[in-house]
């Protein structure tokens, strides 16, 4: 069936080091893809997103890629800070009838100061 | 997402008890969404709207219900069925824009059983 795989679990990184997160996605209808981050009892918060026509998006520190052909796409976060620690979930949305959202596992990211 | 809320915030169950957790949003949005999510865990769809009064069951709808009455409020009901409610209840509603849909979440509802 459709699904997300989203790796690594965890992640921890040194302070000003750079993170990445991977997810791939098995429906090629999938069109857009969101990128969520979740501190510690909080909601998912939307913090990037890229749509299927464009390869790269860019927002400060924060730069997710997609690959439509090989149905993977990544976040990258540059210098990381303390507060970048948190659970970051990716999610591949495609139309179907309605809308159809998949969400990934789910990277838990620690910033070592 | 200030504009969905959830209520309570903490919830206590008693064994055999049903309980009613409140979604509200006044974003106008169409879709709204029930999610579980456990320790740890990823997020799990329970129940989904995306339409006035209709609904859909989700990967893990059983022991839970839904209404979709107003536009505006998604209730889900944790009934007795469900042996194992513990967990933190996420509500969504949704913005279409262009070919795609962005989920928005509410802040969340703790529910534990005593």
């Known amino acids: 069936g459709e699904n997300v795989e989203q790796h690594p679990s965890t992640l921890s990184v040194q302070e000003g080091d750079s993170a990445v997160i991977k997810c791939t996605y098995s429906?090629?209808?999938?069109?857009?893809f969101p990128w969520y981050k979740q501190e510690l009892g909080k909601r998912p918060q939307l913090i990037i997103d890229?749509?299927?026509?464009?390869g790269e998006k860019k927002d400060q520190r924060i730069a997710v890629t997609l690959n439509k052909t090989a149905k993977h796409f990544s976040l990258h976060i540059t210098e990381t800070q303390p507060e970048d620690s948190a659970v970051y979930f990716c999610a591949a949305s495609k139309r179907a009838g309605g809308f159809k959202t998949i969400f990934g596992a789910g990277t838990r990211l620690f910033v070592k100061a | 997402d200030g504009g969905i809320t959830q209520s309570p915030k903490y919830l206590f169950r008693k064994e055999g008890q049903n309980v009613t957790l409140s979604c509200e949003q006044n974003l106008n949005h169409d879709a709204m969404y029930w999610y579980r999510q456990d320790p740890g865990q990823g997020l799990r769809l329970i129940y989904y709207?995306?339409?006035?009064?209709?609904?859909q069951k989700g990967d893990i709808a059983e022991g839970y219900s839904v209404s979709r009455e107003k536009k505006e409020s998604f209730p889900l009901t944790v009934t007795s069925a469900q042996k194992n409610p513990t967990a933190f209840y996420l509500c969504a509603s949704s913005i279409i824009q262009g070919r795609a849909e962005t989920q928005y979440f509410g802040p969340g509802t703790r529910l534990l059983v005593l």
């Open positions: 429906d090629s209808a999938s069109n857009y």
């Open positions: 890229i749509r299927s026509n464009v």
């Open positions: 709207s995306q339409i006035v009064n209709d609904f």
